[in-house]
């Protein structure tokens, strides 16, 4: 009989937050600074993590993925090895589960992580890539956004976005667009949103999109999924009709077996991000 490891949230230091999903259906570890970290402008801070995931890499993969809100509105970045990443992997084999990440201020504004702040996701995976079917459906209630013409295309995993209306974004700037889409999915899965392969021209503001399945009708919210992209370029871009924005898979996801259980649901949010004056 094969016996399959437990996951498990570990950590080595005294009195810090413990990792924890914030409701119900979240698929990610919301992860808290232990201490003050302060990155100024144009600079970056190596962190120790304050806890890991134990696991075993023959099964599963955890990734670590920023905070929404920290990519948007405090302009942090995750690096490795001088570039700037979407996401990084929790290595299993680091002493103690004391992995050391990289952030960088890309902002002009310098920025304190304080302490306690929930800064980063822990988020656990097969170790094969397993992809589930997912339904994209048009949303009924805009709440006066006003969408961009997107169409979706059906491709080997998920789908993408492809636009229908040409989209300019100055150089050193972003847009955030409207879909006009919402995708319900699997409870025990994530809608995770993906550049087009050979995209150089933009990045998500927010490293990468992740959308839960909660998100999808619940109680404030119909699900209208919102996305932000940053021209990394160095001269001003227009996005022609017919480019794939966005490639969306829907992930199932694992949980710790020492987790604390949350019993929050969903209320809101305006996945994959905020809107520009909302908090999330």
Same mark, same amino acid.
């Given at each position: 009989?094969?016996?399959?490891?437990?996951?498990?949230?570990?950590?080595?230091?005294?009195?810090?937050?413990?990792?924890?999903?914030?409701? #119900? /259906?979240? +698929?990610?570890?919301?992860?808290?600074?232990?201490?003050?970290?302060?990155?100024?402008?144009?600079?970056?801070?190596?962190?120790?993590?304050?806890?890991?995931? @134990?696991?075993?890499?023959?099964?599963?993969?955890?990734?670590?993925?920023?905070?929404?809100?920290?990519?948007?509105?405090?302009?942090?970045?995750?690096?490795?090895?001088?570039?700037?990443?979407?996401?990084?992997?929790?290595?299993?084999?680091?002493?103690?589960?004391?992995?050391?990440?990289?952030?960088?201020?890309?902002?002009?504004?310098?920025?304190?992580?304080?302490?306690?702040?929930?800064?980063?996701?822990?988020?656990?995976?097969?170790?094969? #890539?397993? /992809?589930?079917?997912?339904?994209?459906?048009?949303?009924? @209630?805009?709440?006066?956004?006003?969408?961009? +013409?997107?169409?979706?295309?059906?491709?080997?995993?998920?789908?993408?976005?492809?636009?229908? &209306?040409?989209?300019?974004?100055?150089?050193?700037?972003?847009?955030?667009?409207?879909?006009?889409?919402?995708?319900?999915? +699997?409870?025990?899965?994530?809608?995770?949103?993906?550049?087009?392969?050979? &995209?150089?021209?933009?990045? /998500?503001?927010?490293?990468?999109?992740?959308?839960?399945?909660?998100? /999808?009708?619940?109680?404030?919210?119909?699900?209208?999924? $919102?996305?932000? $992209? @940053?021209?990394?370029?160095?001269?001003?871009?227009?996005? #022609?009709?017919?480019?794939?924005?966005?490639?969306?898979?829907?992930?199932?996801?694992?949980?710790?077996?020492? &987790?604390?259980?949350?019993?929050?649901?969903?209320?809101?949010?305006?996945?994959?991000?905020?809107?520009?004056? #909302?908090?999330?």
């Amino acid at each position: 009989m094969i016996i399959k490891m437990a996951i498990r949230i570990v950590t080595k230091f005294e009195d810090v937050k413990i990792p924890r999903r914030s409701t #119900e /259906y979240s +698929a990610g570890y919301d992860v808290f600074s232990n201490k003050n970290i302060e990155i100024l402008s144009g600079q970056e801070a190596h962190i120790t993590l304050p806890a890991g995931i @134990d696991f075993n890499p023959d099964e599963n993969r955890a990734f670590i993925f920023l905070r929404s809100s920290i990519g948007m509105k405090k302009n942090l970045r995750l690096v490795n090895a001088n570039d700037i990443v979407p996401f990084l992997e929790l290595e299993q084999d680091i002493p103690n589960k004391q992995q050391v990440i990289t952030l960088r201020n890309v902002g002009e504004e310098d920025f304190t992580i304080e302490e306690g702040m929930h800064f980063l996701q822990f988020v656990i995976v097969d170790k094969e #890539e397993s /992809y589930l079917p997912f339904v994209p459906e048009q949303v009924k @209630d805009l709440q006066g956004a006003i969408p961009t +013409a997107l169409s979706i295309k059906e491709v080997r995993n998920g789908v993408q976005l492809v636009l229908g &209306e040409p989209i300019f974004i100055e150089k050193g700037h972003r847009v955030m667009l409207a879909s006009g889409w919402k995708f319900k999915i +699997a409870l025990d899965s994530f809608l995770g949103g993906f550049v087009p392969e050979g &995209e150089r021209r933009f990045a /998500y503001s927010n490293g990468t999109p992740i959308i839960d399945s909660d998100y /999808y009708n619940n109680f404030q919210n119909e699900g209208h999924c $919102f996305f932000s $992209f @940053d021209n990394i370029t160095e001269e001003d871009i227009t996005l #022609e009709i017919g480019t794939p924005l966005v490639e969306l898979v829907s992930i199932p996801y694992y949980k710790a077996e020492n &987790e604390i259980v949350p019993t929050e649901k969903r209320t809101g949010g305006i996945g994959s991000t905020t809107k520009p004056k #909302e908090d999330r």
